[in-house]
């Protein structure tokens, strides 16, 4: 019930800010091999995550996802969960994003006992930084792979929910990161 009532609520605001004109469409169109954008973003844990901490060390995986507590996000977010044994094997961090406050998504990574941070951007910076805010005010489902060098490895814009965990592993394979 929930999930649907978090849905409908989702679906009447983004209606009304397209109506409205209060989104925005994306500016900026990343591709594979642009440096990624720098981001400050608050997480799910409580702790504070930075883009550049990882610089060197280790690939980034950034799921962006348009609402907490709606159907789509909610089962994309539980398969990074559900995948993360196949996701640990990998020198790499994942993190889901979305324009939530950072209260909002600590609620929703508890209700759906992940233990993964998910990174709030409410102010939407980052999110136009990422070309990921929409006319509706909410982000694309785009999972944006980051290399070690900080630059783009990998855009997908075609998310599929119910397998990302599993896919975002196989994308990983296929990208030649080390496993740990």
Known sequence: ???M???????????VNVVARRGEGPDVRLQPGDLAPDFELSGSDGCLYRLSEF?????????WFPKAFTGGCTRE??????????????????FGA???????NRRFA???GVDYPILSDPDRSAARAYGV???????????FYIGTDGRILDIDRHVRVSSHGADVAAKLAGLGIPLI
């Not at 009532?5 to 209606?15: D, P, Q, R």
């Not at 805010?133 to 999972?143: D, E, M, Q």
Request: aromatic share 8%; with cysteine; hydrophobic share 35%.
């Open 77 to 94: 977010c539980r398969s990074f969960g559900e995948s993360r044994d196949k996701l640990r094997q990998f020198s790499a961090r994942y």
């Open 133 to 143: 805010l929409g006319s509706s005010g909410f982000t694309s489902r785009w999972t």
């Open 55 to 63: 610089r060197h060390r280790e690939t980034v995986v950034l799921a």
């Open 1 to 3: 019930m929930r999930t």
């Open 98 to 104: 979305s324009v939530d406050t950072p209260e909002t």
């Open 110 to 112: 508890e209700s759906i």
């Open 5 to 15: 009532v978090a849905s409908a609520s989702a679906l009447v605001v983004g209606l």
